[in-house]
């Protein structure tokens, strides 16, 4: 059985090239800080948060890639789990807010006379 994209891939640099973009225009790592996430040492949040983004867009698990002892990894699957999961970090409101301002920076300034300004929200 063949993958969509393999772990080899050189969009697989595109990819992650795009996540830090990202998270550098729409400043994720401040709605981090704002809702709770701060590691004391180790990681950054960034590197971290970067990883997650990208791992959703690999053909292998965290598990597998753990297994096939990927270089560029350099954390544990404690860390990775632990991000997740940490009871310190409001998700719902880092998602809240993160949808806010792309939709404020990106989805606001087109300009169109037609166009009506809505928010839908599915729970």
Same mark, same amino acid.
């Given at each position: =059985? #063949?993958? *969509?994209?393999?772990?080899?891939?050189? *969009?697989?640099?595109?990819?992650?090239? @795009? *996540? @830090? &973009?990202?998270? #550098?225009? %729409?400043?994720? *790592? &401040?709605?981090? &800080? +704002?809702?709770?996430?701060?590691? +004391?040492?180790?990681? $950054?949040?960034? %590197?971290? %948060?970067?990883?997650?983004?990208g791992?959703?867009? /690999?053909?292998? @698990?965290?598990? =597998?890639?753990?297994? =096939?002892?990927?270089?560029? /990894?350099?954390f @544990?699957?404690?860390?990775?789990y /632990?991000?997740?999961?940490?009871?310190h970090?409001?998700?719902?409101?880092?998602?809240?807010?993160? +949808?806010?301002r792309?939709?404020?920076?990106?989805?606001?300034?087109?300009? $169109?006379?037609? /166009?009506?300004?809505?928010? +839908? =929200?599915?729970?």
């Amino acid at each position: =059985m #063949s993958s *969509i994209l393999s772990s080899n891939h050189p *969009i697989e640099n595109q990819v992650t090239n @795009s *996540i @830090s &973009r990202f998270l #550098s225009v %729409f400043q994720v *790592i &401040r709605l981090f &800080r +704002a809702c709770g996430c701060v590691k +004391a040492k180790g990681i $950054s949040v960034e %590197f971290l %948060f970067t990883y997650v983004l990208g791992n959703t867009f /690999r053909s292998s @698990s965290f598990y =597998m890639q753990q297994r =096939m002892r990927e270089p560029r /990894r350099c954390f @544990s699957k404690n860390t990775y789990y /632990r991000f997740l999961a940490d009871s310190h970090v409001n998700w719902l409101h880092f998602t809240t807010r993160l +949808a806010v301002r792309v939709i404020e920076q990106f989805w606001k300034p087109l300009p $169109s006379e037609e /166009r009506w300004d809505c928010f +839908a =929200m599915g729970v």
